[in-house]
């Protein structure tokens, strides 16, 4: 048996041609969806996230202001264009790529951005909201992976789901996420004893760790929905996943590839909550 192959990047584009029709409605109402991106330092990797970023936007007719800062910035000065930025009208969504450069203070900066604005779901008010199960700007990653598994046709309703990382930007809110769509479901992390009995029991698992080939085909459900979160360079300049997409294909009933998985369903997430941004600081009707 092999597995479906669950497209993350045709499932972007159909979430990417739905945010465009949000936006073409927002326009004629005379409302441009503005997001405004700081970079600070030169981090190659978050230069790529920020170009494609920029690209979506673009592509969507979503306003992109991109902030490079240089390392040497301070969090004074940072503190200050978040507040500016929290105080502009045209900018709806704030995004502070992560990580910042040492020595500057993430969670402050996280947490000074205004929750209607903070896209990338990552403030206290947003993941609170996500924990008590109330309306609220979800973090883009795991909203992403609930759209995958919905792709997969597996209803998460009274399955096993089991949930391998527990980092606050993927592991904890996947976990509530499932919850909430009424799966049974298990976390583990760096000091669960033995990892393979519990991922041998998940009809859906998700996977966001950073360890290449962790997760292989012994430790896969057969007929299980394989989620792969990680993003791993090998010495080859391979980028792979958690799970080692081979063996786990011949076990698994859908699984997503990496890369063209989770990444692209991120960027779309990012999107559609720029969109939602404005909603919540217009007001719905404006969307009708
Ligand atoms: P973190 O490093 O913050 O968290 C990793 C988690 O994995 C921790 O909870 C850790 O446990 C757990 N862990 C470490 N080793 C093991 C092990 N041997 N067995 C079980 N659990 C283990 O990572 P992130 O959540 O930020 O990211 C995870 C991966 O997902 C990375 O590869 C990252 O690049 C990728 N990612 C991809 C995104 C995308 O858009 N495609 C977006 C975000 C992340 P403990 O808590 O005990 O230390």
Request: hydrophobic share 40%.
């Amino acid at each position: 048996m092999s597995a479906k192959i669950i497209d993350g990047k045709a499932l972007a584009n159909e979430v990417k041609q739905q945010v465009k029709g949000e936006v073409e409605k927002l326009a004629a109402a005379g409302i441009v969806p503005g997001l405004a991106v700081v970079l600070v330092g030169d981090d190659p990797a978050s230069q790529i996230y920020v170009r494609n970023k920029e690209k979506s936007c673009q592509e969507l007719g979503i306003k992109s202001e991109v902030y490079r800062l240089p390392a040497t910035t301070t969090q004074e000065e940072l503190e200050t264009l978040i507040d500016r930025l929290n105080a502009d009208p045209h900018v709806h969504g704030i995004l502070v790529q992560l990580p910042l450069p040492a020595p500057l203070r993430e969670k402050e900066i996280t947490d000074r951005i205004k929750p209607e604005k903070d896209v990338d779901g990552f403030h206290p008010v947003n993941l609170g909201r996500l924990l008590r199960g109330e309306p609220g700007i979800r973090p883009c990653t795991p909203a992403g992976i609930m759209e995958l598994i919905k792709a997969s046709r597996v209803e998460v309703k009274g399955r096993e789901c089991v949930v391998v990382g527990r980092s606050n930007i993927v592991g904890k809110p996947v976990f509530h996420l499932l919850l909430q769509e009424h799966g049974t479901v298990t976390v583990c992390h760096s000091r669960t004893p033995d990892l393979v009995t519990v991922t041998r029991r998940a009809d859906i698992l998700v996977v966001a760790v950073g360890k290449a080939g962790l997760i292989d085909g012994t430790m896969v459900k057969p007929g299980a929905v394989v989620i792969d979160v990680g993003v791993n360079r090998l010495p080859s300049g391979k980028v792979v996943g958690d799970v080692d997409f081979s063996s786990a294909q011949e076990v698994a009933g859908a699984i997503t590839p990496v890369p063209g998985g989770v990444g692209p369903m991120t960027i779309a997430m990012l999107m559609k909550n720029t969109v939602e941004a404005v909603l919540l600081q217009y007001g719905e009707k404006l969307a009708k």
